[in-house]
């Protein structure tokens, strides 16, 4: 198989991380909750949980919510793998992947099929070359060996389901095909599933293959799949778990049940897409009133991408070819004079000379998109797409960057079928070119702030975005102004002020510490004390810079303009006032005389022999519970026995396998390779567990049968173990590093992170009725509305010393951290004073001070690192005065 390199963005990692983690709940709370699905969604994504109509309550149902072109089905494909290992617990689970359409339907097929895809590499990472791939046609001949093989992944629209469709009926029919599948099967296996009328043979049916393997149902596009004949489609299948993928999931609950609120587990913010580079905002809009303006405007900015994108290529060697999408309107046979896709096209050619092969219409009528193999292919001509409403389903080309409508939007319902199509960023990575990190809207309108208005609603109701946040997506546009873009181009900045510290020298100093490639491009004049720059800075480029000048007094705002300038950015796009840049300096540790940022490798050799642990407190604590089995009936409050849910779904996905016998070195092998150990060798762990296996077999006299048949439990008690051992040597290391060379760790602005509105990254916005001052970014992410970690912020906004403050996010790419010995630690606020310092606080309820100590070490040794630029407190049980007075205090 071919290697695929892809990495998965973090906000995808942290949606998956919670699926895990929901997945885990819902195993461990099934011996003790009458729903465990219900149960551990309350207790990981504390909301409240609705069931699936008409499948079994305790089925798990959840939905992960990711805004247009943020990649849910990457995050889909990695989901399987997922389900298997923690919930499933099966090498070999039988997947119902439902789209909405037959284009997405092929899309998916495709992709999923395709070696060197990033789709199917996220299936081989979990099941190797394992995958059997196909649509409902051809699984109505599906094998014994494919189904029980390894990963089996039948892709199909929800309509190929239903019985009033024939291949619906298909489904439902007795094959010849499909005989072998029901041969063997034990009386608790017969009597779930449907049999032949007049006899009590099961039906050689696809829907009963399909329950009789319990598949895990994914819905990608799940808002189009709501219906109470949807879910009792979905019944007939007697799913193990259901998950959901879309950008607008049903957020109210209905009163009848039949079309309930997602149970949204986990949910991406536009913020994350943003920061992460997937999307271009924010929107820049402009109206008139006459529609052939409009088009004009549309193609002078197109023709100005288009120049960028050309100078782009030059500098980084990627093609971009700048495309505009024409909303027009449909036709009328009481209105002959409606702005239809032909009328369109040809104003285009007639009266702009745009050649006829550079146009495609798609709507009613013409379908040359279809024709077109690959829209990114710098041979196709392709810079102008005209269509009605909706695209071809699952087009998707982020060379789209203008929308132009030439008729009034009458409804929202117009733009959210062609605005996100305009969104997603070339390679998900950000230009040097801040004009090519945008989207661009040309609508015909008389009223600037409803069209506005009517952009933000399609960026919440059609593109799965937070209202709060789509308020800051669409900013005015006046024109793109573009200067000339020759590689020799000068932006030159105000001058630098003359001040002490401020000396030739030193700025000379500073433009040294830049990388090569952006030192090539900066100079100063000492005699205007101007700095100027050949093409426009990106805002990565901006940060380098404001870290290389942080010691020249004046620098950063002189800087900021410079960047401002250079990108031409308007005064719509800049949040109010004038702000400093907000510099944290990262904890360093010097080695052989360079200065490192502080982390896991300074205090961990690696990789760790596991092999020399010993295994001992794992074979005393492991035990095999014999009538485990019986354990899962109980009886329930009105004196009837029920199963408990999981235990009795893995005892059906076991039933439906024959497994070869087990030998010691496969059973090893087979628990290896569930349990991920990037800081252990194989052969490493393959020692340890065999010889926790035969500790097991000795000391408490298991047979190696009795082991395969609990491999699960012991592979999940084996991972603990693992990450107990673990847990334990890291924080030896770590405390015998402090010890040794606690004079080694000093800060320096080369290590510093800055903070900007581009990178800053959260879940949920705030959305509490207190209004904040000081918060550095417009949004404030992750702060719920009440509670002590607000009154800690209400505490901050509202000090006299406190400049600026942020709310610090767990896990977000741009987060300030200081390392511990099993992970990072994020500092609940990090805060800019008026006199320049910056201090992290950390706010901990009293339940949990204790807990804390190791974040107050570190938060303190990088405070004294820092020589009094840094302060760090952890404030407790609404207590401040600490804080307060760290705030005061002078440096």
């Not at 996220?122 to 099941?127: E, G, M, S, T, V």
């Not at 796009?573 to 490798?601: C, H, S, T, W, Y």
């Amino acid at each position: 198989m071919a290697a695929v390199n892809f990495e998965l963005r973090s906000y995808q990692r942290e949606a998956l991380r919670a699926l895990r983690e929901y997945l885990r709940k819902v195993v461990l709370m099934d011996a003790v909750a009458d729903n465990p699905a219900k149960a551990a969604f309350t207790d990981v994504a504390e909301g409240s949980y609705s069931t699936a109509p008409f499948v079994d309550p305790a089925t798990p149902y959840v939905c992960i919510r990711i805004p247009t072109g943020g990649g849910k089905t990457i995050v889909a494909a990695h989901a399987v793998g997922v389900a298997a290992r923690e919930y499933l617990q099966a090498d070999n689970p039988m997947v119902l992947w439902l789209v909405p359409s037959t284009a997405i339907l092929d899309q998916t097929l495709d992709a999923l099929r395709d070696l060197n895809h990033p789709y199917r590499a996220a299936l081989a990472r979990d099941f190797g070359r394992n995958v059997a791939v196909m649509s409902v046609a051809e699984a109505l001949a599906l094998s014994r060996p494919d189904a029980t093989g390894g990963a089996c992944i039948i892709v199909a629209t929800l309509q190929a389901f239903r019985v009033d469709d024939m291949t619906g009926r298909k489904v439902y029919a007795d094959a010849g095909a499909l005989m072998d599948h029901f041969s063997g099967l034990t009386a608790a296996q017969l009597e779930r599933l449907e049999k032949v009328e007049g006899a009590e043979r099961p039906v050689a049916s696809l829907a009963n293959l399909l329950r009789l393997h319990r598949p895990m149902v994914i819905v990608d596009e799940a808002h189009n799949a709501r219906t109470a004949l949807s879910f009792e489609t979905l019944r007939r299948f007697d799913p193990s778990m259901i998950l959901e993928l879309t950008a607008t999931p049903r957020t109210d609950p209905d009163p009848t049940g039949e079309n309930p609120a997602s149970n949204i587990l986990f949910h991406v913010s536009a913020a994350e897409l943003k920061a992460e580079e997937m999307i271009k905002l924010p929107i820049r809009l402009q109206t008139d009133t006459d529609w052939r303006k409009v088009v004009g405007q549309a193609l002078d900015c197109q023709a100005a991408l288009e120049d960028a994108a050309r100078a782009e290529q030059a500098d980084t060697g990627e093609y971009i070819r700048p495309i505009i999408l024409f909303q027009a309107q449909s036709k009328s046979k009481t209105d002959p004079h409606r702005l239809t896709p032909e009328r369109v096209a040809q104003f285009l050619t007639d009266d702009k000379r745009i050649p006829r092969e550079q146009i495609a219409l798609h709507a009613t009528g013409f379908a040359e998109l279809d024709q077109i193999e690959d829209i990114a292919d710098p041979a196709c001509p392709v810079r102008y797409v005209i269509t009605v409403q909706k695209l071809r389903e699952g087009w998707d080309c982020p060379f789209a960057y203008v929308l132009c409508s030439v008729a009034e939007l009458s409804s929202k319902v117009a733009v959210e079928q062609i605005l996100g199509r305009v969104l997603r960023m070339p390679k998900a990575r950000r230009k040097t070119r801040d004009v090519l990190n945008r989207a661009y809207a040309f609508v015909t309108s008389r009223d600037f702030g409803e069209t506005a208005n009517m952009l933000r609603d399609g960026l919440v109701d059609g593109a799965g975005f937070d209202r709060l946040e789509a308020a800051q997506l669409v900013k005015a546009h006046q024109g793109l102004g573009f200067e000339e873009e020759r590689a020799d181009y000068e932006h030159r900045s105000d001058a630098l002020p003359v001040a002490p510290g401020g000396s030739d020298e030193e700025v000379t100093a500073a433009i040294a510490k830049l990388p090569p490639s952006l030192k090539l491009r900066v100079k100063f004049d000492a005699t205007t004390r101007e700095i100027a720059v050949t093409r426009a800075l990106s805002r990565d480029e901006r940060n380098l810079m404001h870290l290389a000048f942080a010691k020249v007094p004046g620098a950063e705002q002189v800087i900021e303009r410079l960047f401002i300038r250079s990108n031409r950015i308007q005064a719509t796009e800049m949040p109010e006032g004038e702000k400093p840049p907000f510099i944290v300096p990262r904890l360093g540790i010097r080695r052989q005389g360079a200065l490192e940022l502080f982390g896991p490798d300074h205090f961990l050799d690696l990789p760790w022999n596991l092999a020399e642990c010993d295994v001992a407190g794992f074979v005393q604590r492991f035990t095999i519970h014999e009538d485990s089995k019986a354990g899962e009936i109980d009886v329930s409050e009105l004196g009837k026995m029920k199963i408990k849910f999981v235990g009795h779904l893995h005892d059906q996905l076991a039933m439906a396998i024959q497994e070869p016998a087990w030998s010691l070195p496969r059973l090893v092998n087979w628990i290896d390779r569930g349990i991920p150990h990037p800081d252990v060798t194989k052969p490493a762990a393959r020692v340890f567990i065999q010889r926790a296996l035969e500790g097991g077999m000795g000391a408490k006299g298991y047979t190696l049968d009795q082991l395969a048949r609990y491999k699960y439990e012991l592979r999940r008690e084996l991972t603990e173990e693992i990450k107990t051992l673990r847990e334990t040597r890291e924080k030896g290391k770590y405390q015998a590093l402090f010890a040794a060379d606690a004079q080694a760790f000093e800060t320096s602005a080369d290590l510093a992170l800055v903070f900007d509105e581009q990178s800053y990254a959260y879940n949920q916005p705030y959305r509490g009725a207190r209004k904040f001052n000081k918060h550095y970014i417009p949004i404030i992410g992750d702060l719920k509305p009440d509670g002590e970690e607000f009154r800690c912020a209400v505490f901050l906004d509202e000090h006299p010393k406190v400049r600026f403050w942020l709310r610090n996010v767990d896990r977000k790419p741009n987060a300030f951290w200081l390392q511990l010995p099993g992970g990072r630690f994020y500092p609940d606020f990090m805060v800019l004073l008026t006199d320049g310092r910056v201090a992290a606080v950390e706010y901990k309820g009293a339940h949990l001070a204790e807990e804390a100590r190791e974040k107050h070490m570190i938060g303190e040794l990088w405070a004294e690192a820092s020589g009094g630029h840094c302060i760090f407190d952890m404030p407790t049980a609404g207590d401040f005065s600490t804080l307060d007075s760290k705030l005061r205090s002078t440096a």
